[in-house]
């Protein structure tokens, strides 16, 4: 910001700034080879923020959309064939995966988000691997945030718990015991493209785990492939999905709530 822009935001805060707060005693005059020499010219106080209860909703801040609090899977629909979503809700107020039912998705659609999803391994899995305890959080219906069980069970760092599928490895391991509950925080901005479909922003994804910054505004290449490389297709807003890995994974999800960005 430029010592002008600076000024002119002073005087534009002093100038909205009457009756809501200390009133000044003088407007100074201020130039752009003046540094402000008063506190009070470098002070904004519009607009102000909204304000926001943290755990207005049972634990969801009072401007979020809670996307399953235990209740019901209404914000829900089968990723297959878009009928009801057909995973099973827990007398706990989480949800398990259906084996075989596929994967999830929101009804709605997202761009930019904070998202908060909790999840759980299954202490019944004790395959190895990938196998074992495999589900996934995806944004925009294309952007995995791997969900996996890693406790004594290595694999490929790029596909581990915590990985964005095939592109970036979590920066540390964060999970808790198996069968205990883990959170993640996404923060995720997405991309955008210009008119003949090349991604000329890409989508970049932080991600706290337990509280922990494992991936820190990554940018990610394209789609999170299974095989191959990231693909780059133009897309608008898409549906968050919770990933049906089809082998008895066990993974539960519980509190999710996602806080629209822009
Ligand atoms: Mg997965």
Redesign the pocket.
Known sequence: MTKLNFAIIGLVALATACGEGPEPQTIPETTQDQEPTDPVETEVWTPVPDKVDPFGQNGAPSDAIVLFDGSNLDQWISATDSTAAKWIINPDSSMTVANGTGDIQTKDNFGSVQLHVEWRSSPENIASG?AKS???VYLQNRY?V???DNNDNPTYVN?MVGSL?KQSPPLVMASVPTGSWNTYDIIYHAPEFDAEGAMVIAPKITVLHNGILIQDNFSLQGTTEYIGWPKVNAHGPGPIKL?D?NDHSGVSYRNIWVRPLN
Do not use: C
């Open positions: 990938q495999n589900s996934g995995e791997q969900v996996l596909g599928y990933q890995h």
